[in-house]
């Protein structure tokens, strides 16, 4: 028994703080799946997180065929870029949850001539779907509080759609008392970047300039919203709308958080 026990080696805390990385982006990656699968994207947006996951979870499945087939400088650099590669991942996106919270419960100035300017997202037919009813639901209270806000609302057609996310916006928010003469649309957009290069040029085609903005959008949206205002000139407060069904705010954020690194490192905001 002694003997057995003295063969038993712990292992190091690199190794297993890598098996806890390695678990977390698993799970991240394939729950980010699936909701691409329930969501029913086209083919190519099976390809970022069927890749993700692959890298993830073929490597420890298959780590003693490499070592045993692999020069050992190459099975070592290539497993050291692996450990690296999920060690980044959990501790950047474990950050990235933390940005998400400054944009939660969020209070700004909303007093006089205020524009909301309220973000796309999916619709059904007529209707918004969950996610962008509760961005609606979070302009409507800026709207009600001050009679003075306009809303602009931007989005062009997706896969499937009928109506313009603008559109449907904008039936949304006069369904719940919001005046039409206060809405403006911006029918164009399909991208994040679209909305704010709308946004803008709604404000200049309405002589909206002094006007104070604040972008309405989803929690986990947001960071990438402040970061791309910024970057086109959209002097703008924030107000994250939360989304309160964890089966979509999860795989939301996981996607987000990969639509964000992209951005940096491609520089793809211009």
């Known amino acids: 028994m002694s003997k057995i026990a003295a063969r038993v080696t712990r292992p190091s805390p690199l190794r297993v703080i890598v098996g806890i990385c390695i678990v977390i982006s698993a799970f991240c990656f394939t729950e980010y799946l699936l909701s691409v699968i329930s969501y029913a994207g086209t083919a190519f947006s099976y390809a970022l997180p069927l890749t993700a996951v692959a890298v ?6 298959t780590e003693r065929f490499w070592e045993s087939h692999l020069p050992k400088k190459l099975f070592s650099a290539a497993r050291g870029l692996y450990c690296f590669g999920v060690i980044f991942f959990t501790v950047t996106f474990c950050i990235f949850l933390g940005f998400l919270s400054s944009y939660e419960h969020t209070e700004v100035s909303n007093d ?10 999916r619709v059904r037919g007529t209707e918004p779907k969950e996610m962008l009813a509760e961005r609606l639901d979070a302009a409507l209270e800026l709207l009600d509080k001050n009679p003075e806000a306009i809303a602009l609302v931007s989005g062009a057609t997706d896969e ?9 916006m904008a039936w949304y928010l006069e369904k719940h008392g919001i005046a039409s003469e206060r809405i403006l649309l911006d029918e164009e957009a399909n991208s994040t970047k679209g909305n704010i290069r709308g946004f803008l040029r709604l404000i200049d085609a309405h002589g909206l ?5 604040i972008s309405v959008s989803s929690t986990f949206h ?24 964890i089966q979509l705010w999860f795989p939301s954020v996981v996607r987000e958080y990969m639509a964000y690194v992209k951005m940096l490192v491609l520089n793809s905001y211009e």
Do not use: N
């Open 56 to 61: 993830i979870a073929i490597p420890p499945l």
């Open 112 to 121: 006089g001539k205020t524009a909301v300017l309220v973000y796309g997202c």
């Open 160 to 168: 499937g759609e009928v109506y313009t996310e603008a559109q449907v």
């Open 209 to 213: 300039a002094e006007y104070d903005c």
């Open 222 to 245: 947001m960071p990438r919203i402040a970061f791309l205002c910024g970057k086109y000139g959209l002097e703008s407060d924030f107000v994250g709308a939360r989304t309160e069904r």
